[in-house]
């Protein structure tokens, strides 16, 4: 595991661990921004997508085992060093251990695919959301933005978006309007809670 070289920006690091195109897009968000930086992307997956992408990107990521994260201080001491602002997770699938919470106390935020409680719990992620929207023909959808506690999506609320539904949505469909809601929402979520 690598750490970073400090300077003067607030830091945002990003844990994820799939696809990322939350992860880079907020990358995408800050890259010019002065004050903000997008340090770190980390993921427990080696072969995850995301880190694929910030590797081309040239974003510094750290790979690490569950272990790390569960059985050790590693991570957490990783994470020290970098001293970050705020953690961002973005499709990262493990829970954060209490130590974290501890440690780092309304630092660490979470995107959720649905309007919070509705649908949210363990397990609850990606398509196994959609499907539940799809099923029960709801009228609209939406994205939480949320606090991470001990339990999976339930801390404090910081934002919601909806979107309404149309009679004809299918999973490609419903996953494109909340993915839109994520990229245009998330970042600016992040860059209130640095203010
Ligand atoms: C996002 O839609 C995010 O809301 C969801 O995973 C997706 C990750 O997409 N997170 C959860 O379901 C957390 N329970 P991405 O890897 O392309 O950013």
């Given at each position: 595991?690598?750490?970073?070289?400090?300077?003067?920006?607030?830091?945002?690091?990003?844990?994820?661990?799939?696809?990322?195109?939350?992860?880079?897009?907020?990358?995408?968000?800050?890259?010019?921004?002065?004050?903000?930086?997008?340090?770190?992307?980390?993921?427990?997956?080696?072969?995850?997508?995301?880190?694929?992408?910030?590797?081309?990107?040239?974003?510094?990521?750290?790979?690490?085992?569950?272990?790390?994260l569960y059985d050790s201080s590693n991570l957490l001491n990783v994470i020290k060093d970098i001293?970050?602002?705020?953690?961002?997770?973005?499709?990262?699938?493990?829970?954060?251990?209490?130590?974290?919470?501890?440690?780092?106390?309304?630092?660490?935020?979470?995107?959720?695919?649905?309007?919070?409680?509705?649908?949210?719990?363990?397990?609850?992620?990606?398509?196994?959301?959609?499907?539940?929207?799809?099923?029960?023909?709801?009228?609209?959808?939406?994205?939480?933005?949320?606090?991470v506690n001990e339990n999976y999506d339930e801390g404090e609320i910081i934002a919601q978006y909806?979107?309404?539904?149309?009679?004809?949505?299918?999973?490609?469909?419903?996953?494109?309007?909340?993915?839109?809601?994520?990229?245009?929402?998330?970042?600016?979520?992040?860059?209130?809670?640095?203010?």
């Amino acid at each position: 595991m690598e750490q970073s070289a400090s300077n003067s920006k607030k830091k945002i690091i990003i844990l994820a661990s799939g696809n990322g195109t939350n992860a880079i897009n907020i990358y995408h968000y800050f890259r010019e921004n002065k004050e903000v930086e997008v340090s770190h992307i980390l993921s427990n997956n080696k072969t995850s997508r995301v880190l694929r992408r910030a590797h081309d990107l040239g974003i510094k990521c750290i790979h690490f085992e569950k272990e790390d994260l569960y059985d050790s201080s590693n991570l957490l001491n990783v994470i020290k060093d970098i001293n970050p602002d705020v953690i961002a997770l973005a499709g990262f699938l493990l829970k954060i251990p209490i130590s974290f919470l501890q440690e780092f106390p309304n630092q660490i935020v979470n995107i959720h695919p649905s309007l919070l409680p509705k649908y949210g719990g363990e397990g609850m992620y990606g398509e196994r959301v959609f499907k539940k929207v799809l099923k029960n023909n709801d009228k609209e959808a939406g994205i939480t933005i949320h606090y991470v506690n001990e339990n999976y999506d339930e801390g404090e609320i910081i934002a919601q978006y909806k979107v309404e539904l149309e009679g004809n949505e299918d999973l490609l469909s419903l996953e494109d309007k909340i993915h839109a809601l994520e990229y245009e929402y998330y970042p600016k979520e992040i860059e209130k809670l640095l203010d």
